[in-house]
């Protein structure tokens, strides 16, 4: 186990989130110095609390009426630019290691399992398993334990995975990859079952890149790099796209879908498609964008990352318009990697840092 390089989870009233301080036997009971605690008055110690602190869990803060300020759910290093959550943990990757934390903070991660040194290292999550890639193939487990035999679910061969996406929303677990001009797309059921093609296609010159399933339904995007195009296939499997946005001026840096539009990060600022990919325009933002996320059960809101200057701004806009004024959640001169969503909060690496934060 690497070491820790510093506990976070750090509960202070703050802005409207009612958070918990708890440092040693210190009992905090007000902002009245003068108040003291009576011998006979200490409380008594809570037997579930105690077994929580000793398994390295911390109680998760309750929801504030406003975005809340951010808390760190533990510290460490070798961090791989990818994150997941089930809403119950928040899984990693970290060289060789698949990781998990509680949401409410963690002493150290947690093993899950230990992949080969191949990359790149990528990890997902749907509301009942984690899935991680080694190499070409996806895996995975039940539960945010050590996982002694993951489950198979896909493997792309002799391609090389570019893409892996999963949801709480969604039936579906898909990866991309490529090799030698062509380009595939895989999908399988959260159990590891009904694996089968999305599509097999030639590619132009580029290399697969982000690959997402739409929430609630069987229609998949994924995106091309270097001869930049977004595609779709609306009833997999396909013999050939159903359609795509022709050439883009920018790669695509992250990928996700409503029922409605398609949104995707460049180096430019968050871009708009609609369901069939005509008309992909600016919508927010001009900073390089990356991290582009739903909430699980909602299409209302479209959470990113923007990268501009010296700041990293976790962003939000409402989704349905033709352009969006973002709304500014948390900015930080610490460089943001990956970032991901459950129906109650944000979560996101910070440098070497996994943060969350809870949402409305």
């Known amino acids: ?40 008055d200490a409380e008594v110690p809570d037997a579930d609390a105690e077994a929580q602190a000793d398994s390295g869990a911390i109680e998760a803060a309750p929801p504030c009426d406003g975005p809340c300020a951010p808390t760190t759910l533990v510290t460490t290093g070798g961090l791989e630019p990818t994150i997941a959550t089930d809403g119950k943990s928040v899984f990693l990757r970290a060289g060789t290691e698949v990781e998990s934390c509680s949401v409410g903070g963690c002493q150290s991660p947690s093993h899950v399992y230990t992949t080969s040194a191949a990359t790149p290292r990528l990890v997902a999550a749907s509301s009942s398993r984690v899935y991680w890639n080694d190499g070409s193939a996806v895996f995975g487990c039940a539960g945010a334990g050590a996982c002694g035999a993951p489950t198979t679910m896909m493997d792309l061969g002799s391609l090389a995975l570019t893409g892996l996406s999963a949801s709480l929303a969604s039936s579906w677990v898909v990866a991309s990859g490529w090799g030698s001009g062509n380009l595939s797309v895989l999908r399988a059921a959260p159990d590891g079952t009904s694996e089968g ?13 982000a690959v997402v399933v739409v929430p609630q339904s069987s229609r998949v995007y994924w995106a091309e790099d270097g001869a930049p195009t977004i595609f779709d296939c609306v009833a997999p499997p396909c013999a050939s796209p159903d359609h795509n946005t022709n050439a883009l001026a920018l790669s695509p840096l992250g990928l996700v879908a409503t029922l409605a539009q398609v ?11 609609d369901k069939d990919l005509a008309s992909a325009k600016p919508f927010a933002g001009s900073g390089v964008i990356g991290g582009v996320v739903l909430q699980p ?61 809870v949402l409305p």
């Open 1 to 40: 186990m690497r070491p820790v390089v510093a506990l976070a989870s750090v509960g202070i009233s703050l802005t409207g989130c009612a958070q918990l301080l708890d440092i040693g036997g210190l009992d905090y009971r007000g902002s009245d110095a003068s108040e003291e605690v009576a011998p006979g």
């Open 197 to 209: 093609p999305v599509v097999a296609q030639t590619i132009g010159g580029g290399t697969s890149g």
């Open 263 to 273: 949104f995707f990060g460049t180096t430019s600022g968050l871009y708009v498609a």
């Open 297 to 357: 059960s909602s299409e209302a809101v479209v959470y990113f990352v923007e990268h501009a200057g010296a700041n990293w701004t976790i962003e939000s806009c409402p989704t349905g318009g033709a352009s969006c004024t973002p709304a500014a959640l948390h900015t930080t001169t610490t460089a943001v990697s990956a970032l991901a969503a459950d129906d109650a909060s944000l979560v996101w690496i910070e440098g070497n840092a996994v943060m969350r934060m």
